[in-house]
């Protein structure tokens, strides 16, 4: 088993997979199954901005412009974060969150982080999946 989370998202259900193609995934991921949270990774393992080709960063521009729209659309988000710290797992890697529309002031930007432990629920979180798969291709 790999200790590389993001790297063993690659073993992730299917029901789990939000998009992948040859380079890119985005999935929900054990440990941050928060309704809304997702993981966007390349499937290979690299490090740091350094690590990714020329070709997969060409690539990631529009990925994440048409992954946020696709989250806006499936759960109402006013915002769509991006957090990558690479501190916890090296590998490339956003944490991609859906901030809710009613979500409290205190809570927006990095503090959303501060809901991971009493907001996971996995059936919520495959079905907000769910919504964004399908919004990702109509
Ligand atoms: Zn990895």
């Known amino acids: 088993m790999s200790t590389c989370l993001p790297c063993a998202l690659d073993d992730a259900d299917d029901e789990a997979v939000v998009y992948r193609d040859r380079a890119w995934a985005c999935e929900v991921s ?3 199954e928060v309704p809304g949270w997702f993981v966007l990774r390349l499937r290979r393992h690299t490090e740091g901005w350094t690590g990714p080709t020329a070709a997969e960063l060409a690539e990631f521009g529009p990925l994440a ?3 946020s729209a ?8 006013p915002r769509v974060y991006f957090m990558s710290f690479g ?3 090296r590998h490339f890697h956003f944490l991609v969150i859906a901030r809710d529309p009613a ?4 809570r ?3 503090a959303i982080l501060s809901l991971l432990p009493d907001h996971r629920d ?3 979180s495959l079905a907000v999946a ?5 919004a990702l291709t109509a």
């Open 103 to 106: 979500l409290q002031p205190d």
């Open 70 to 77: 696709a989250i806006q659309q499936a759960t109402g988000a």
């Open 108 to 110: 927006r930007g990095a």
């Open 65 to 67: 412009q048409r992954l």
């Open 30 to 32: 054990d440990g941050y």
């Open 122 to 124: 996995l059936a919520a």
């Open 130 to 134: 769910a919504k964004v798969r399908t």
């Open 87 to 89: 501190e916890n797992y």
